[in-house]
């Protein structure tokens, strides 16, 4: 099995993610709060410790007001 929490297509799309919380004029504890999660989850999500499934990613896309399609190269 190949660890893809890794690799630069990962990074990038955690890189994508934060910026899009930027883009937005939110901050982390904002993020957290929204989600009904802890500001140390938005920052593992961020730095690729913690690990999304779609259905997570579709939340934040809706807070960030992005397209799913916007996270994805």
């Known amino acids: 099995m190949v660890d893809t929490i ?9 890189g994508k993610l934060r ?3 930027i883009e ?6 904002d993020v957290a709060k929204k989600l009904k999660r ?3 989850y ?6 690729g ?3 999304l499934d ?4 579709k ?7 992005k397209d799913l399609h916007y996270f994805i190269k």
């Open 6 to 14: 890794r690799t630069k297509e990962y990074a990038d799309f955690v």
């Open 19 to 21: 910026e899009a919380r």
């Open 24 to 29: 937005a004029g939110l901050r982390q504890i």
């Open 38 to 40: 802890t500001q140390s």
């Open 42 to 47: 938005v920052s593992r999500v961020e730095v």
């Open 49 to 51: 410790e913690q690990r």
């Open 54 to 57: 779609i259905l997570e990613l």
């Open 59 to 65: 939340k934040f896309a809706e807070l960030y007001k």
